[in-house]
């Protein structure tokens, strides 16, 4: 046992006791299950004479997630005990994380139903702390809805959600980013090919990369509309210059001696492009991708902030905290994150597809 | 000229233009090389024998002399696809399998399908990689890797090969066996080969000509014509011919001050 997993569990275990001494000043049939919690995480500490498996530890986390969750309603206000229930079982979950990451550290690879166990306890934990605080402390639910009213939400309005996710993800951000990320792959290749567009694109496209380009987002609205159209357009102009300066940096990631043997074939530049430069730039261009699959759905949400049609998810989040629905703005925030890390997911697995034999995919030597 | 003369160099100069003012790499380089010869390249590092060796393949231009090879300019040359150049590096692709790497000449040059995978599995036969076809390069050992590379040169049966230290990187076991692996095939093939090494042994045991050359500025000091019989066992190094062969490029490198504590 670490010294880590030492404190975790002689904390947990002790906090347990103490919250069921003081419990007992509540009539014994009152939250019956968060004591019976108690009482076993408080016999965790005869651990330190014969060993509890991790499991014994993950079991009584969720023992103590489903008692806080069952009795939050109960006591009104939550009594000390109940706040030191609440640590002791973020305790166990954290005890039974450490314990599992070490276990499998050394055979993660080959583990990854187990691997994925860990980020799941994880986001679980986050998601019973903040329901049982917010309900538990009586947070304003404008200030801080609990998951569960968000989940509520979520279902309720199931159609809207799913209207303003076809107003802002497929026809805002799929076609803007698709428009940007092959113009600024076409620009890259003229670039190479012009020294004048060279010393003088790359330089401005270097500077407007660095800029914070939604702050043309009113401009565009402006120029294309309310509708979509503007929005594309604002994914077009954010998505541009990070695949630009990125492939340009990639066509030149081929070795000297990996351009000679084209030379020695008297390769064409076309056939040096196709065959070699732009295989070799391919890590750099899914790096593109990726940064611009989260910049694309920033650009539009926030965009959509500066005027449009009543739909979109910008549009519903920037009018529900006004009117102080605020479980619907994190509803919509909800389906942005999902959303956001689906399209980065869906790149991340074709560039593992794509660029196979590099090294950071692989995981070998060079 | 003679007809038969692959490489021909005349008073052949070559200068760096750098920042830290000219840099002579090739000065009065004259040697020819006939039909069918193994010539070794030797010298210390900077002698100049890689830049002929890439001024030939026209990776690099002269800037005095001539220098003609089958009787034609080096870019000529190179557009005609006269010579198959094998680097220090494999310089394979690794998004490409190893038949896909042999192909990749094939396919610049416009071969059929049939033809590229006839060629491919005659070249993979000569250097002993059957087997290894859709093998990653990186799936492989640096001397099976450097195999591949001279596959891939050999692929479209150019008539001169280039050879620029290719075995430099492996272990002296590996390098034997593909120095007596590379007599075979150049005594199948009957290919004119340029081979530039820093090894006096490799260069004797595999050349029919070695020229010695020495640094600042990069010049032949010295262009010894084997008799060792073309058949060459390995064990051939502990004969007197090949020891004679070997002090004689040894006094060329001296000669050449090739020794200088300076440069040493």
Redesign the interface.
């Given at each position: 046992m670490s010294q880590l997993q030492f404190f975790l569990a002689l904390v947990a275990g002790g906090l347990s006791a103490a919250a069921l001494a003081l419990s007992l000043v509540t009539p014994f049939e009152q939250a019956l299950l968060l004591k019976a919690f108690l009482g076993l995480g408080f016999l965790t500490l005869l651990r330190f004479f014969l060993p509890i498996g991790l499991w014994a530890d993950g079991a009584l986390a969720l023992l103590g997630a489903v008692a806080l969750l069952t009795s939050v309603g109960i006591f009104s206000p939550a009594p000390a005990f109940f706040w030191m229930a609440l640590i002791a079982a973020w305790l166990f979950a954290w005890l039974f994380v450490e314990r599992l990451s070490n276990v499998l550290a050394p055979r993660l690879a080959d583990n990854a139903g187990l691997g994925l166990l860990i980020p799941i306890t994880f986001g679980a934990a986050l998601l019973v702390i903040w329901e049982v605080v917010t309900r538990g402390a009586n947070v304003p639910p404008v200030l801080l809805p609990a998951p569960s009213m968000i989940g509520a939400q979520l279902a309720n309005s199931a159609s809207i959600l799913w209207a303003d996710f076809v107003q802002t993800f497929i026809k805002s951000v799929l076609p803007g980013y698709a428009m940007g990320c092959l113009a600024g792959l076409v620009v890259a290749i003229l670039v190479d090919r012009s020294p004048f567009l060279k010393a003088g694109l790359l330089p401005i496209g270097n500077f407007m990369s660095a800029l914070p380009i939604i702050g043309i987002a009113p401009i565009m609205v402006m120029w294309f509309g309310f509708d979509w159209q503007s929005k594309a357009a604002v994914v077009v102009a954010m998505t541009f210059f990070p695949m630009l300066v990125n492939t340009v940096a990639g066509l030149n990631a081929s070795?000297a001696?990996?351009r000679?043997?084209?030379?020695?074939?008297?390769?064409g530049y076309w056939?040096t492009l196709m065959?070699?430069r732009l295989?070799?730039a391919?890590p750099f261009i899914f790096n593109a991708l990726k940064i611009n699959s989260t910049l694309a759905l920033i650009g539009a949400i926030v965009a959509e902030f500066f005027g449009t049609p009543i739909v979109g998810m910008g549009f519903r989040i920037s009018t529900g905290v006004g009117r102080l629905a605020i479980d619907l703005v994190w509803a919509e925030i909800a389906v942005a994150a999902v959303a956001g890390s689906a399209f980065y997911g869906v790149i991340a697995l074709i560039e593992r597809g794509v660029?196979?034999?590099?090294?950071s995919v692989?995981g070998?030597?060079? | 000229m003679t007809t038969s003369a692959v490489v021909s160099a005349q008073n052949l100069g070559l200068t760096f233009k750098t920042n830290d003012g000219d840099v002579v790499a090739l000065s009065d380089v004259n040697l020819t090389i006939d039909k069918g010869e193994f010539v070794s390249f030797i010298g210390p590092s900077g002698c100049g024998k890689t830049t002929f060796l890439r001024t030939i393949a026209d990776l690099e231009r002269p800037t005095s002399g001539t220098l003609t090879i089958n009787g034609q300019t080096p870019d000529q040359a190179r557009k005609s696809r006269a010579y198959g150049y094998v680097f220090q590096a494999p310089a394979l692709y690794p998004w490409r399998t190893i038949e896909k790497n042999i192909a990749l000449p094939l396919e610049i040059m416009g071969y059929s399908q049939a033809q590229q995978a006839q060629r491919i599995k005659r070249t993979m036969d000569l250097v002993n990689l059957s087997g290894f076809e859709k093998k990653y390069p990186w799936q492989l050992s640096g001397g099976m890797q450097q195999r591949a590379s001279i596959a891939r040169a050999l692929a479209f049966d150019a008539d001169l090969l280039l050879m620029d230290e290719p075995f430099g990187a492996l272990d002296e076991i590996v390098r034997d066996h593909l120095n007596s692996e590379l007599l075979k095939l150049w005594d199948r093939t009957q290919k004119t080969i340029c081979f530039v090494t820093h090894s006096i042994p490799e260069a004797v045991y595999l050349s029919t000509k070695i020229v010695v050359m020495s640094p600042r500025p990069g010049r032949v000091t010295d262009i010894i014509e084997s008799d060792l019989p073309r058949e060459r066992p390995l064990d051939i190094r502990e004969t007197p011919e090949f020891l004679a062969i070997a002090a004689r490029v040894r006094e060329g490198l001296r000669a050449g001050h090739s020794y200088d504590e300076d440069h040493v």
């Open positions: 070795s001696i990996e000679d043997l084209m030379r020695t074939y008297a390769a056939q065959k070699l295989p070799a391919g660029t196979f034999w590099h090294p692989r070998g030597r060079t | -």
